[in-house]
Every structure is written in structure tokens, then in C-alpha cells.
């Protein structure tokens, strides 16, 4: 079975690749553990710059909400399963918090849900035309996770980020650049060569300058700050996850019974 997380280093540029596709990169423990793997093996390489990327045409749909509803009928294993997928998103969270070098993310398509938090915890962020950021947390009646609520408010204000919760708005890739939340907007066959654009800048600087600089601004009490409230997004999703009205969401959400 392949990885749905790849890993590659060339030119002392990590690469981390999201590969579920099919799954439109939808989030599974499974994929999350990779994930994590991956970041391990990319911070044992000692990158110039992490880059963040997904195959196929989103970035990544958030969980998958097919997966919990598998787990539905027993609420003891849907907790189990929610604690799981919810708590290993923030940890991969924050090891790109916590990453030495810069970040960065190219956004192929759609980014839904809690892996919003996955672009969030990039530094510069290039963005497809077609790409977009939506929640579909009140669609479905899960609590807002992957930084929603724990990130989102610093990078944009407190009114836009409750905005696009409450109206589940559909932030286009322009909106995003114009918000601060992407560096760049361009055609989807060029987002791969905006990065590269970027690794080539900063091959021409001082890397332990840049590290110093990421180091400076994600120090420990600014990631504990961080990690306390995305903890606070997981206990409130696992309030949510087993009530009724939360159930009927998750089946109009995927046409079960």
C-alpha cells in the first residue's frame, strides 16, 4: 500500500506530499501518522525550507467525515476515534510550528475543514486561482478544529474569522491573498514554480538567519499559547461529536442512513 504521505529531499529543500487523492487528501489517522513521520524525517535533514504540497485536485477536504461515521453507532469508539484524528491534526500542527526551518505550502485546490491548520502553520503560502478556504463546521455540527479558532483570529481578526464560521463563506484564493492568509495567487500549473521561485530567494541567504528568525517568532510561549487553545478545540469537538443533532448533520453530510 502506498504512503498517503511521501517525503523527499533534494537540494536541501524537504518535501512533504499529501497522497490520498482519490480521498481528495481527506484527513485519517492513518495519513496524520504519516504525515507526522514524514515532518520527523524531514527535520532530520536539516532542510534550508520545508515545503508543503498536496497530489491530485484539492489540498485536503479535512477529516473525513465517511470516517467517522463508521465509528458512529458505538459513541465510546467514535470518541476514541475523534481523540485520535483530532488531537494527532494538532500535534502535526504543531511540529510545523515547532519546524526549524521556513515553511512553506503550496495549495493546490479546496482546503476544508481542520487542515486549514496545515496551511496556517506555514510561512509563506502559495495558492492556486481555483483554490479556496471553507469551514463546514455548522453544516455538518462539529466544533471548530485545526485552528479555526485557535489561529485564525490572530492572522485575519476576531469579526472576519467568526464571519466565515457563522455564514460557512467560501474564502477565494484572491480573498485569501488579500486577508493575508496566501503570499501568492496563480494558475494551478504555476504554484510549483512560485515555490521554487521562493526556495531559490532564500538559497541566497544566511539559513541559520532565517531559522534564527522562525525560532524568534515561534518561541515556546507563543506555541504554548497555541497549543492550549487547540486543545480547547478538541475537548469542544468532542463535546459535539456524539450529540444528536451533530449524528443527523454527519448523515445529511454523507447521504447515510
Known sequence: MPSLVTFSHDRNIARVRLNRP?????????????????????????PDALVLSAEGRSFSTGGDVGGF????????ELLAYSDRIVGTLHDAIIDLLEFPSPVFAAVNGPVTGGSLGL?????????????????YYGVVGFGPDGGWTALLPERIGTAKALELQYLNSR??????????????????????????????????????TLKTTRANIWDKPRISTVRERLNQEKHRFLQRVTARDT????????GRP
Request: glycine share 4%.
Open 22 to 46: 482519490d480521498r481528495h487528501n481527506a484527513l485519517t489517522p492513518g495519513l496524520l501518522d504519516d504525515l507526522r513521520n514524514c515532518l520527523q524525517l524531514a527535520r532530520g535533514v536539516d
Open 69 to 76: 461515521m463508521d465509528h458512529a453507532k458505538n459513541p465510546d
Open 119 to 135: 496551511v496556517l502553520a506555514a510561512d509563506l503560502i502559495a495558492m492556486s486561482e481555483t483554490a479556496f478556504l471553507q469551514p
Open 171 to 208: 474564502l477565494k484564493a484572491e480573498d485569501a491573498l488579500r486577508l493575508g492568509l496566501a503570499n501568492a495567487v496563480v494558475p494551478e500549473k504555476d504554484v510549483a514554480h512560485q515555490i521554487d521561485t521562493w526556495t531559490a530567494s532564500i538559497a541566497n541567504m544566511n539559513s541559520n
Open 247 to 254: 449524528l443527523e448533520g454527519m448523515k445529511r453530510f454523507t
